[in-house]
């Protein structure tokens, strides 16, 4: 019962921004920690950022801190990841992921519930 769908992907040239959405259904994103995850062809998923069900706590990678910032808008029971100066190595396709109450690690073993995931292309 519990979907995730992403949207928000595209091509965008280095230093460019975009802002990814995790719709969420089934369930308030109340009760679940969500993540941000990526994975480029050829290489393993990895974590870019995640929240806490409460949105008390954050995560993020350090290759992203600074640039990514995760949000929640409770209303509309969505996540988002708005990405700022982004670089050709952030290309790939990313997903939202979901797990029941709190995370421990921003890793992709700990989030049972994907998304069909949306490509990100950072190219000029």
């Known amino acids: 019962q519990l979907q995730l769908v992403e949207s928000g992907g595209g091509l965008v040239q280095p230093g460019g921004s975009l802002r990814l959405s995790c719709a969420v259904s089934?369930?308030?994103?109340?009760?679940?920690?969500i993540g941000w995850f990526r994975q480029a062809p050829g290489k393993e998923r990895e974590g870019v950022s995640c929240?806490?069900?409460?949105?008390?706590?954050?995560n993020y990678a350090d290759s992203v801190e600074g640039r990514f910032t995760i949000s929640r808008d409770i209303a509309k029971n969505t996540v988002y990841l708005q990405m700022n100066s982004l670089k050709p190595e952030d290309t790939a396709v990313y997903y939202c992921?979901?797990?029941?109450?709190?995370?421990?690690?921003?890793?992709?073993?700990?989030?049972?519930?994907w998304g069909q995931g949306t490509q990100v292309t950072v190219s000029s």
């Open positions: 992921a979901a797990r029941p109450l709190r995370f421990r690690l921003c890793v992709p073993l700990d989030f049972g519930s």
């Open positions: 089934g369930f308030s994103i109340d009760y679940y920690a």
């Open positions: 929240i806490s069900s409460s949105g008390s706590s954050t």
